[in-house]
């Protein structure tokens, strides 16, 4: 059973940047395609940036050319560089496989962007 733990969360100005770690405990780091997610208030969870097991990335048109996904092998983590924040970027971030698998949910972290 894999543990998945955010942090990096935190309140950044528009235009700033942020970087947010999963650590992934378990064989998923070496298994699944390895996502980040976001809800933000009063909306449904979404797909922000998958990276697969190769290093293949993809994100959400919305986020494109402003974050990065990536791997470190040997510390375990699964890293989202935010750059260029934006009000909209305002979230609870969490990290998952793509396609998620429930008991995977962690509590997220959160990211506030003010103007």
């Known amino acids: 059973q894999a543990q998945l733990v955010e942090s990096g969360g935190g309140l950044v100005q528009a235009g700033g940047s942020l970087r947010l770690s999963c650590v992934v405990n378990g064989r998923a780091f070496y298994s699944y395609v390895m996502a980040w997610y976001r809800q933000a208030p009063g909306k449904q969870r979404v797909l922000v940036a998958s990276i697969s097991t190769h290093g293949i990335t993809s994100y959400a048109d919305s986020v494109k050319g402003r974050f990065t996904i990536s791997k470190d092998t040997a510390k375990r983590t699964v890293d989202l560089q935010m750059n260029s924040m934006t009000i909209e970027d305002t979230a609870v971030y969490y990290c998952?496989?793509?396609?998620?698998?429930?008991?995977?949910w962690g509590q997220g972290t959160q990211v506030t962007v003010s103007s």
């Open positions: 998952n496989s793509n396609p998620p698998v429930p008991a995977f």
